[in-house]
Every structure is written in structure tokens, then in C-alpha cells.
């Protein structure tokens, strides 16, 4: 680990591989997690689309972690059909954006000092034509995030607004037109990241140990033969997906940016790792619902269980739905007709 971040600072950056590698490491260990927005998300875009001065100015502390960083794609009526967004970057004539509209489900941006959006550029071009990536300072005058709580209780989430937001045209990154085009490489490497090999492995090799202390008749739970069959397809599923991302992985250390196969990483990560969580509210049992309704009855090193899995319903849904990573495969991949 200490070499991979060491190689890091040689190169000025994470490669792809080495920051997976870390990644995995992390979650396997179950340290707390990096955020992935700079590092994972628009540090490698900028490595790939950035001009020199926003590599210098932004990659650095990218790197050190001492700027953080959040999302803004979706809009109140653009999620799945994230090229209707509205949010708009006109030009003022003297060298900046006037930025104004709303984002939606900006994770953790009331702790962002900067933002990446998507914001249209251009309102008279096509959907995707009109579109320019910008980065965007959090302290901008007339940009505000208003966190609202999600049913577990956390404010992880704001509605980001832009009102007369001025930001200079420097922190357009490509061309005022190509947003779409950066957009779709960020996202993926968000899918192949929402992989989450090593949350997974972590996550059942947990569920082992849960079940070998969880009696049943008077016997461990890890003798039942039922569970123990769905113990070993959880990680046969898991070693599948882990050869895949190690394919991907190794595509990207040739140089090639994720392509849409990124969304197969994504489903089969996604769903893994809600089985996971679905088995473990298994072998707890009844404790589980008594996690929502009488604090105390279930032990402490159990209470991880029934929120992380409300919390990994949402993995099917953010970084794209699953639905729409279906189409992707279906057209980009297997070549299939739209209809
Ligand atoms: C935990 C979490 C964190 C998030 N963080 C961020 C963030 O930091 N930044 C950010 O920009 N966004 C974020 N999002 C938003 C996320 O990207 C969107 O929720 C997602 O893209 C879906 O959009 P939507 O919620 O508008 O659903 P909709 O687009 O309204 O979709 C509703 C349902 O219809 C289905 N559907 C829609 N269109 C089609 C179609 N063409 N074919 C088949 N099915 C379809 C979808 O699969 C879904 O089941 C986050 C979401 C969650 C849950």
C-alpha cells in the first residue's frame, strides 16, 4: 500500500489499477473509504480531458486530499435522461459563466469545496450537443446546497442551487460543447468502482463468521447445508466479478478509458453486494426488525447489518440504474436496436 502511494507521488497521480488496489484494500480492512469524486471521478478526467493549468491548479490536491469534491449531474427532471438538464452556463462576454438552475442528490455537497457539473452551454444545439463540463467553486456567490435527510437519518444528499453564479470560462474543461462526451468517460469509471469487489469480500467473509456464531437448533448456523450452498454461489458470483474487474483493469493499464462494459461491473457489483446484505439479514433473523423498532435488542456488532442493507438498496440506482445500464449492454455492446 505504502508503495502504491508513494508510486502516486512519483507520477504526480494515481494510476487506475493502483487506485483500485487501494481501494480494495480499504474495504477489505474495513477502513473508512476515500471519497471518490476527485480521486476516482474527476481526477482521471482531468488527467484525460484537463488542460495544463487545471492539472496544476486541481490534480495536487486532488491527490492530497485537501480539496473535496461532489457530483453535479442530476436535476430534478434529469436522472435516467440526464441530457434533458436544464441547469444553464451562458456566457457573460467578459470571460466568465453566468450559472443558474438546480442539482439534485449532490452527495455530500454541503462538504464539497468544488463541484463538477454538467450544464448546458449551448440552448439552441441537440440534447447531448449542447452540454459543457465546468468546475465550480462551492464558495461561488449565488451557489448554495441545502442538505434534506434521507430515511436512515443522515444528510447525505443536497439540492445544489446556481443563482447568477459567476465562474470564469478557465473552468470549462473541453470543448464548450463536449460535456457529453466527458460526462460518459466519468461515468465510467464511477460504474467501475460501484463494482465494490472488496466490500463485498469483506461483507461475506463477516456473513461467515455472523453465521458460525448464530445457533439454530442448538448447532451453528454455518452447518446448515441451505445456507452454507448460498454462502459458496455468493462467492463464486464474487470471484467471477473480481476476474472481470481485473479485465477491465487491465484494459485500462493499455491506456483504454472504461467503455461500456463498466456497466456490467456495475450491475453485477450492485446486486452482489444487496445480496450480501439480503443473506445477512437472513441469518439474523427477526433481530433484524428489531434493529428498527427496539434499540438495545440487537447486539452491537450485529447493528451494522439492517442499515447497511437498507443503505445498499440505493446501489441499483446511483451512478445510472440498472435498467439503464441494461440498455447501454443492449445497444452498445450486444449491438441490439433501439425501440
Ligand atoms: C444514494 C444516491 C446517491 C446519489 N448521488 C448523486 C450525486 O452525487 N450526484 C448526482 O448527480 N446524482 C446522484 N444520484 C442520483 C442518481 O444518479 C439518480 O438517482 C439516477 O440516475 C436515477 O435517476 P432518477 O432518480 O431521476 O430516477 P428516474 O430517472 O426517474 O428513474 C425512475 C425509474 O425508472 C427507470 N427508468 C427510467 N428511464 C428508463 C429507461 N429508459 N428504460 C428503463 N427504465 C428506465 C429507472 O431505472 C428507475 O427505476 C444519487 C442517487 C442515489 C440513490
Request: hydrophobic share 40%.
Amino acid at each position: 500500500m505504502q508503495g502504491i502511494i508513494a508510486e502516486a507521488h512519483e507520477r504526480g497521480f494515481l494510476t487506475a489499477n493502483a487506485l483500485a488496489g487501494v481501494m480494495e484494500e480499504l474495504e477489505l480492512s474495513g477502513a473508512p473509504t476515500l471519497s471518490p469524486f476527485g480521486l476516482s471521478m474527476v481526477g482521471p478526467l482531468l488527467m484525460q480531458f484537463g488542460s495544463d493549468a487545471q492539472k496544476k491548479r486541481f490534480l495536487p490536491k486532488i491527490l492530497a486530499g485537501e480539496e473535496v469534491w461532489c457530483q453535479g449531474y442530476s436535476e430534478p427532471n434529469a436522472g435516467s435522461d440526464l441530457a434533458s438538464l436544464k441547469l444553464r452556463a451562458e456566457d457573460d462576454g467578459k470571460g466568465n459563466f453566468v450559472m443558474n438552475g438546480q442539482k439534485t442528490w449532490t452527495t455530500y455537497a454541503q462538504y464539497a469545496d468544488w463541484i463538477f457539473c454538467l450544464a448546458r452551454t449551448d440552448p439552441s444545439a441537440k440534447k447531448q450537443e449542447g452540454i459543457g463540463f465546468i468546475l465550480v467553486d462551492m464558495k461561488t456567490p449565488g451557489v448554495t446546497a441545502k442538505p434534506f435527510l434521507t430515511t436512515g437519518g443522515t444528510p447525505a444528499f443536497s439540492e445544489t442551487f446556481f443563482e447568477n453564479a459567476v465562474v470564469p470560462k478557465d473552468n470549462l474543461v473541453g470543448p464548450l460543447r463536449g460535456g457529453w462526451t466527458i460526462a460518459k468517460a466519468l461515468l465510467g469509471h464511477e460504474r467501475t468502482l460501484i463494482a465494490a469487489v472488496g466490500q463485498s469480500a469483506r461483507t461475506l467473509r463477516r456473513l461467515k463468521r455472523l453465521a458460525s456464531q448464530t445457533l439454530s437448533n442448538g448447532k451453528s448456523l454455518l452447518e446448515d447445508p441451505g445456507l452454507r450452498a448460498k454462502l459458496a454461489r455468493m462467492e463464486v458470483k464474487l470471484r467471477s466479478l473480481e476476474m472481470a474487474n481485473y479485465r477491465a483493469l487491465a484494459s485500462a493499464q493499455l491506456g483504454n478509458a472504461p467503455g461500456p462494459e463498466a456497466s456490467i461491473l456495475k450491475i453485477r457489483g450492485s446486486e452482489i453486494l444487496q445480496q450480501c446484505f439480503e443473506l445477512a439479514m437472513e441469518i439474523i433473523g427477526h433481530d433484524s426488525l428489531a434493529w428498527f423498532n427496539e434499540p438495545g435488542v440487537v447486539p452491537a456488532s450485529e447493528q451494522w447489518i439492517a442499515s447497511a442493507f437498507n443503505y445498499t438498496r440505493a446501489t441499483t440506482i446511483y451512478g445510472g440504474s440498472n435498467e439503464i445500464q441494461k440498455n447501454v449492454i443492449a445497444k452498445l455492446i450486444l449491438g441490439l436496436p433501439s425501440r
